[in-house]
């Protein structure tokens, strides 16, 4: 059971004796087996804060401990045995294929020539196989998709062996089904590895369905910590990310775009379909509302307004056009 | 993959120890294999062979190995440090810093009170240190241009500028420096004798010595600064060593045969093409092989009939090429 924890911690970047400090006083606390997310608006401290606890980077005030070691104390081979981490740089080695690059994550482990032992690569092969790669452990990293390289990097963590992993934004660069798949995949990770798994994201709605935590910083108010939906109740999405051109949507753990809305209609029917259509019309300018004149009601396969009966939301929107011009509101 | 390589390394060698006796063979006299077993055996039948081949040929040959293998090595080792595939002593500026070295001590010491410039020791050291100097200078000018052509560009700058000063030194010398100097500039293997070997073979030992020390560290340098410090690798020291090595290795060869041009840049790509591997476990003895065997070449051909050309001439129309050919293909 391992746990990482900040006191006072005060991040930051010094240039030319100034300090710019990003966050102060943050006292944080994580155990194993946890997916965390940290999750804020750009230049809330993502990295910084991510980079801080790598020991890439020095904090300016406040201490780092892993299960009470103070890391800024640690050598720089202690540390890679607490602390493995995947960054948003692209590393492309000629010549090297998915099994050296997972290779890497036992530096800290053999000798001087980096001779692999036996149980290296015993290690190596369980780090892929639990990112579902052990079949591509020939092929030449150059030639991998995003995704896969992906994978790789967090084999190359796994097999570093280390009670923490970090990773920055590792969803950036991929497609849909690839987001949703590492995210799966770490969360499968902290919890089957009891490993401590932080990663910072934009994905917010991933974030919510997979991380056990939220870390939620904000650029003035800190690091607000707790489990998705507790967050959600309490407002603080909606808080953090204030803006007047779109707003978190509580109902789906989306953010859904403030549309000036002109129009009024009241819908009801069927549920599924209700969703669509009231996104749909609120592109359309029209807010739902209870009681409206006009009213509109959504069947399995149709909807009805006015009486007339149309089958596709192309249709609806164009009817409610002819509408509007015969009676503008 | 492992059988591949020890057979790539049986192969190549082989081609050194065929390279190296051809290289004994031929020159402006040609000297039959039977004279060059005669001439080791002690057997003093004919004593003009006898001196050629001991006191001429082979410290000659025995300088293009060293040559060879450590422009390779340091040429690999400034590749993994820059992470830039065109990072090579000659091209970004450190034989110049061994030349600016060498000039000072060749020419200036003129304006000493004691001689300096018959000192070997003297001329290799200044030399080490000239290079040594203009690595940290590039290393440090990297940190702030990412672009492998902007930093060859700064290198050609560094190379320029160490020329400039070479000549402003050369003004204000006498005309025996001056010609003992310019003989340095044309590259020769064949100005080491045994003696300057007896000083060459350990800085090169000691340059190559290191370079296997850091034969894993190198490697995690592969994956970018960062990643190698969350490896554990501690870089400023890292650094420091390999530029360290570097130094010793292009400086000390520099010193004694002056500039020998794109040795350093085509030789690793050679060896990554042949060996196919990034690890530098088995790189370093690919380059001190295929650096030495690619050297020897080049001064094989330099020993045509009639003429001989200096070995920088040849060894530019192989590393050129490679230049041409990994800048189109990186675009």
Same mark, same amino acid.
């Given at each position: 059971?391992?746990?990482?924890?900040?006191?006072?911690?005060?991040?930051?970047?010094?240039?030319?004796?100034?300090?710019?400090?990003?966050?102060?006083?943050?006292?944080?606390?994580?155990?194993?087996?946890?997916?965390?997310?940290?999750?804020?608006?750009?230049?809330?401290?993502?990295?910084?804060?991510?980079?801080?606890? !790598?020991?890439?980077?020095? @904090?300016?005030?406040?201490?780092?401990?892993?299960?009470?070691?103070?890391?800024?104390?640690?050598?720089?081979?202690?540390?890679?045995?607490?602390?493995?981490?995947?960054?948003?740089?692209?590393?492309?080695?000629?010549?090297?294929?998915?099994?050296?690059?997972?290779?890497?994550?036992? /530096?800290?482990?053999?000798?001087? +020539?980096?001779?692999?032992?036996?149980?290296? +690569?015993?290690?190596?092969?369980?780090?892929?196989?639990?990112?579902?790669?052990?079949?591509?452990?020939? +092929?030449?990293?150059?030639?991998?998709?995003?995704?896969?390289?992906?994978?790789?990097?967090?084999?190359?963590?796994?097999?570093?062996?280390? @009670?923490?992993?970090?990773?920055?934004?590792?969803? !950036?660069?991929?497609?849909? @089904?690839? +987001?949703?798949?590492?995210?799966?995949?770490?969360?499968?990770?902290?919890?089957?590895?009891?490993?401590?798994?932080?990663?910072?994201?934009?994905?917010?709605?991933?974030?919510?369905?997979?991380?056990?935590?939220?870390?939620?910083?904000?650029?003035?108010?800190?690091?607000?910590?707790?489990?998705?939906?507790?967050?959600?109740?309490?407002?603080? /999405?909606?808080?953090?990310? !204030?803006?007047?051109?779109?707003?978190?949507?509580?109902?789906?753990?989306?953010?859904?775009?403030?549309?000036?809305?002109?129009?009024?209609?009241?819908?009801?029917?069927?549920?599924?379909?209700?969703?669509?259509?009231?996104?749909?019309?609120?592109?359309?300018?029209?807010?739902?509302?209870?009681? !409206?004149?006009?009213?509109?009601?959504?069947?399995?396969?149709?909807?009805?307004?006015?009486?007339?009966?149309?089958?596709?939301?192309?249709?609806?929107?164009?009817?409610?056009?002819?509408?509007?011009?015969?009676?503008?509101? | 993959?492992?059988?591949?390589? &020890?057979?790539?390394?049986?192969?190549?060698?082989?081609?050194?120890?065929?390279?190296?006796?051809?290289?004994?063979?031929?020159?402006?006299?040609?000297?039959?294999?039977?004279?060059?077993?005669?001439?080791?055996? *002690?057997?003093?039948?004919?004593?003009?062979?006898?001196?050629?081949?001991? &006191?001429?040929?082979?410290?000659?040959?025995?300088?293009?190995?060293?040559? *060879?293998?450590?422009?390779?090595?340091?040429?690999?080792?400034?590749?993994?440090?820059?992470? &830039?595939?065109?990072?090579?002593?000659?091209?970004?500026?450190?034989?110049? *810093?061994?030349?600016?070295?060498?000039?000072?001590?060749?020419?200036?010491?003129?304006?000493?009170?004691?001689?300096?410039?018959?000192?070997?020791?003297?001329?290799?050291?200044?030399?080490?240190?000239?290079?040594?100097?203009?690595?940290?200078?590039?290393?440090?000018?990297?940190?702030?241009?990412?672009?492998?052509?902007?930093?060859?560009?700064?290198?050609?700058?560094?190379?320029?500028?160490?020329?400039?000063?070479?000549?402003?030194?050369?003004?204000?010398? &006498?005309?025996?420096?001056?010609?003992?100097?310019?003989?340095?500039?044309?590259?020769?293997?064949?100005?080491?004798?045994?003696?300057?070997?007896?000083?060459?073979?350990?800085?090169?030992?000691?340059?190559?010595?290191?370079?296997?020390?850091?034969?894993?560290?190198?490697?995690?340098?592969?994956?970018?600064?960062?990643?190698?410090?969350?490896?554990?690798?501690?870089?400023?020291?890292?650094?420091?060593?390999?530029?360290?090595?570097?130094?010793?290795?292009?400086?000390?060869?520099?010193?004694?045969?002056?500039?020998?041009?794109?040795?350093?840049?085509?030789?690793?790509?050679?060896?990554?093409?042949?060996?196919?591997?990034?690890?530098?476990?088995?790189?370093?003895?690919?380059?001190?092989?295929?650096?030495?065997?690619?050297?020897? =070449?080049?001064?094989?051909?330099?020993? =045509?009939?009639?003429?001989?050309?200096?070995?920088?001439?040849?060894?530019?129309?192989? *590393?050129?090429?490679?230049?041409?050919?990994?800048?189109?293909?990186?675009?």
């Amino acid at each position: 059971m391992s746990v990482l924890s900040t006191q006072h911690l005060t991040i930051g970047y010094r240039k030319k004796g100034t300090e710019n400090v990003i966050q102060h006083d943050l006292n944080l606390r994580l155990e194993s087996g946890k997916l965390v997310g940290l999750i804020g608006p750009n230049g809330s401290g993502k990295t910084t804060l991510l980079r801080t606890i !790598a020991g890439l980077l020095k @904090p300016i005030d406040g201490k780092i401990l892993i299960d009470g070691k103070h890391l800024l104390l640690l050598s720089q081979h202690e540390k890679a045995l607490n602390v493995s981490f995947v960054l948003t740089e692209k590393v492309d080695i000629a010549n090297a294929d998915v099994f050296d690059m997972v290779s890497f994550g036992r /530096f800290p482990y053999n000798n001087w +020539r980096g001779n692999l032992s036996e149980e290296d +690569r015993k290690k190596v092969f369980q780090a892929l196989q639990m990112v579902r790669m052990e079949t591509m452990m020939h +092929r030449l990293v150059s030639e991998l998709s995003d995704g896969e390289r992906q994978r790789v990097m967090i084999a190359k963590a796994l097999a570093q062996d280390t @009670p923490i992993i970090l990773l920055d934004e590792p969803t !950036a660069h991929l497609d849909v @089904p690839n +987001r949703v798949g590492i995210m799966l995949l770490l969360h499968k990770l902290a919890h089957t590895t009891g490993k401590i798994i932080l990663l910072s994201t934009h994905e917010l709605d991933l974030a919510l369905q997979a991380a056990d935590l939220i870390w939620l910083m904000s650029e003035n108010e800190g690091i607000e910590c707790g489990v998705p939906e507790d967050l959600v109740f309490s407002g603080s /999405f909606n808080r953090v990310f !204030a803006s007047n051109s779109y707003f978190f949507n509580e109902a789906n753990g989306n953010f859904s775009m403030n549309y000036p809305l002109n129009g009024k209609v009241s819908v009801s029917g069927n549920k599924t379909r209700l969703y669509w259509t009231l996104r749909a019309l609120a592109r359309a300018g029209y807010a739902a509302v209870e009681d !409206a004149p006009l009213k509109i009601e959504v069947t399995d396969s149709a909807w009805i307004l006015n009486q007339k009966k149309v089958f596709s939301v192309a249709e609806l929107l164009d009817e409610l056009n002819n509408l509007n011009i015969r009676f503008p509101f | 993959m492992y059988s591949r390589n &020890n057979l790539l390394f049986f192969v190549f060698s082989l081609l050194v120890i065929f390279l190296f006796l051809a290289d004994l063979m031929w020159g402006s006299v040609a000297i039959p294999a039977k004279e060059i077993f005669s001439a080791f055996c *002690g057997d003093r039948q004919n004593s003009v062979f006898t001196e050629i081949i001991i &006191n001429f040929r082979l410290p000659k040959a025995i300088t293009a190995i060293l040559a *060879g293998a450590s422009l390779s090595v340091a040429g690999l080792m400034m590749q993994t440090l820059f992470r &830039n595939p065109l990072a090579d002593p000659y091209i970004l500026g450190v034989s110049s *810093g061994a030349s600016l070295g060498t000039a000072l001590v060749v020419m200036a010491s003129g304006f000493l009170p004691f001689s300096f410039a018959g000192n070997c020791w003297a001329l290799i050291i200044s030399a080490v240190i000239g290079a040594a100097l203009v690595l940290l200078i590039v290393l440090f000018v990297s940190f702030r241009v990412n672009d492998i052509v902007s930093l060859l560009i700064v290198g050609i700058m560094f190379g320029t500028i160490a020329a400039a000063l070479v000549s402003i030194i050369q003004n204000f010398s &006498n005309p025996d420096a001056i010609k003992l100097f310019l003989m340095w500039t044309f590259g020769s293997l064949s100005a080491v004798t045994w003696n300057y070997l007896q000083i060459l073979f350990p800085v090169v030992l000691a340059g190559i010595g290191m370079a296997f020390f850091l034969q894993k560290r190198l490697d995690g340098l592969l994956l970018g600064e960062n990643y190698a410090r969350g490896l554990g690798i501690s870089i400023t020291q890292t650094r420091s060593l390999i530029i360290l090595a570097t130094g010793l290795l292009a400086g000390g060869i520099t010193a004694f045969t002056g500039p020998i041009a794109f040795v350093g840049v085509a030789v690793p790509h050679i060896a990554r093409g042949i060996f196919r591997t990034s690890s530098h476990k088995i790189l370093l003895p690919a380059c001190i092989l295929v650096g030495a065997a690619l050297l020897m =070449i080049c001064d094989i051909i330099t020993q =045509i009939p009639d003429y001989t050309l200096p070995v920088n001439t040849i060894s530019a129309l192989f *590393g050129a090429p490679v230049i041409i050919w990994i800048i189109l293909r990186r675009k």
